[in-house]
C-alpha cells in the first residue's frame, strides 16, 4: 500500500501500487482538496474510483467546519451493508440444503420493480421518521438488534421529529413512491450472499462477535429504495446528470413545483443560480443556513427509508433461514449494519466538523462511543 499527497498535505491518497485510479478520478480528488471549505486532507481509500455519472469519485472522506458539500455524494443516500451470523456451520450444510435456501431467497427476495408490501402515506412518514426501529417494532425483531446499527438506525437520532419535517423537505410524490418500495433489495450492486469464515486472525475480537471458524454468516448490500436517488437527484447540481430520462424529468418537475414550498424554493434557487453562473468552484450550503437544514433534512429522512430497507430486508432473510433450518429468528444474529453514502456531524480531532463519505463508512474506535455501546471493547468493525 502506497500514501500518495497531493497540493501540500491536502490530498492523501492510500493506493493499491498495482492498481491506481483513472487520472479522472484523479483530477477530480484535486478539485476537492483545493476546494475552500474543505478541511485538510482529503482521504482516498484503495478502492477509489470514477464513475461515469457521477462529478466526483466514490471510496473518499473529506470534511468541512462549515460548509456542506452536496456533490462529493453519488446519489444513492445510505447505501449500506449488514452483516449477520448463523448457528449453521460449512461441514453441517448440504448443496440440497444451499439450493432450497436461495430458492427461497429469489421467491421471497425483491430485487426488481416493487416490494410486496404496500404501506400507508403516514407508515412511510413515521419512517423516515423512525428508521430501523419502525420495521424491528412491526416485525417483532430481536430486542437488541438495533444497537448493532450505526447510530442506532435513525439519522435524526431522535424519533421525535415531527412530521413536518419530513414533508417539508421530502416531496408528496417521493413519499408516495416509497410506499411501494420497502423490502426492495435493487439491482447493479446490490446483493445477498452467503458466506464462511474460513480463518481467524483475532481469537479475541471473534469471540466478542461471536464468531468461529466455518461458521455461515449473510452479507446484505442495499440502498434506500430509490428515494435516496431521487432526493440526490433533487438536492444537487450535477454536471454529470443520469442518462434516464424518466429520473430527469421528474426532477424537473419536482424542482418546478418546489417554488410552492417556502423551504425548497430557497435551496431550489441555489441550485439553479450555481446552475446558471458555474465558476468551477463545487456548490456548498453555509451550515446552520436554511438550505443546509433543509438539505440535511431530507439526507436524514432518506437515511431513516435507508436503515428501515435494511432491517426490512435482514428480517425476511433471518426469517428465511430460519425456517428452512429449523430454527429461531433470534438465532440469526446482526453482526453490524452501517452505510457508506453519509453526511455526518462528527467529532474529530477534538473538534467538531461535517464529515462526507462516499463509498466509505464510519468506523469509530472504542474511545469514541459511548460507555452503553455494544463496540465498546472492540470499536466499531468495518467489512
Not at 492523501?12 to 491506481?20: A, G, H, K, Q, R
Not at 428465511?320 to 474529530?348: C, G, P, W
Amino acid at each position: 500500500m502506497t500514501k500518495m499527497t497531493g497540493i501540500g498535505e491536502r490530498l492523501s491518497l492510500y493506493v493499491n501500487d498495482d492498481i491506481m485510479p483513472s487520472d479522472r478520478a484523479v483530477n477530480q480528488l484535486h478539485a476537492i482538496a483545493a476546494e475552500k471549505g474543505i478541511e485538510p486532507p482529503v482521504v482516498a481509500l484503495p478502492d477509489v474510483h470514477d464513475k461515469k455519472d457521477n462529478d466526483f469519485p466514490t471510496g473518499i472522506v473529506a470534511a468541512s467546519k462549515d460548509r456542506i458539500f452536496p456533490q462529493i455524494l453519488v446519489s444513492g443516500v445510505n447505501c449500506g451493508m449488514r452483516m449477520m451470523s448463523t448457528p449453521i456451520f460449512y461441514n453441517e450444510l448440504r448443496e440440497k440444503d444451499i439450493d432450497i435456501l436461495f430458492t427461497s431467497f429469489v421467491a421471497e427476495v425483491r430485487t426488481r420493480g416493487y416490494a410486496s408490501e404496500v404501506l400507508k402515506l403516514r407508515e412511510i412518514i413515521d419512517i423516515m421518521r423512525k428508521g430501523a426501529l419502525w420495521v424491528a417494532e412491526k416485525r417483532s425483531s430481536p430486542n437488541d438488534e438495533i444497537s448493532y446499527i450505526e447510530k442506532a438506525g435513525n439519522a435524526f437520532e431522535s424519533s421525535n421529529i415531527d412530521k413536518s419535517v419530513i414533508t417539508s423537505a421530502i416531496p408528496k410524490t417521493m413519499l408516495e413512491l416509497s410506499r411501494f418500495r420497502l423490502g426492495f433489495l435493487g439491482k447493479g450492486n446490490h446483493f445477498l450472499e452467503m458466506q464462511v469464515i474460513e480463518e481467524i486472525l483475532d481469537a479475541s475480537a471473534a469471540a466478542e462477535f461471536r464468531l468461529r471458524k466455518g461458521q455461515i454468516i449473510l452479507l446484505l448490500h442495499s440502498g434506500s429504495g430509490g428515494l435516496g436517488s431521487m432526493v440526490g437527484h433533487l438536492y444537487t447540481p450535477r454536471a454529470h446528470y443520469t442518462k434516464e430520462l424518466k429520473m430527469r424529468m421528474f426532477i424537473a418537475v419536482e424542482k418546478a413545483k418546489s417554488v410552492f414550498n417556502k423551504e425548497r424554493k430557497k435551496i431550489m434557487r441555489r441550485i439553479s443560480d450555481y446552475t446558471k453562473n458555474a465558476s468551477g468552484n463545487m456548490f456548498s450550503l453555509e451550515a446552520g443556513s436554511i438550505e443546509a437544514v433543509q438539505y440535511i433534512n431530507a439526507l436524514s429522512a432518506a437515511s431513516n427509508f435507508g436503515y428501515a430497507n435494511r432491517q426490512y430486508l435482514a428480517d425476511q432473510a433471518a426469517s428465511i433461514v430460519a425456517k428452512n433450518f429449523s430454527l429461531k429468528r433470534s438465532d440469526i444474529r446482526t453482526i453490524y449494519d452501517m452505510s457508506h453514502v453519509s453526511i455526518n456531524r462528527e467529532k474529530q480531532g477534538g473538534r467538531y466538523l461535517w464529515v462526507h463519505r462516499c463509498g466509505a463508512t464510519r468506523a469509530f474506535t472504542s474511545d469514541m462511543l459511548e460507555d452503553s455501546s455494544v463496540f465498546k471493547k472492540t470499536g466499531e468493525p468495518v467489512f
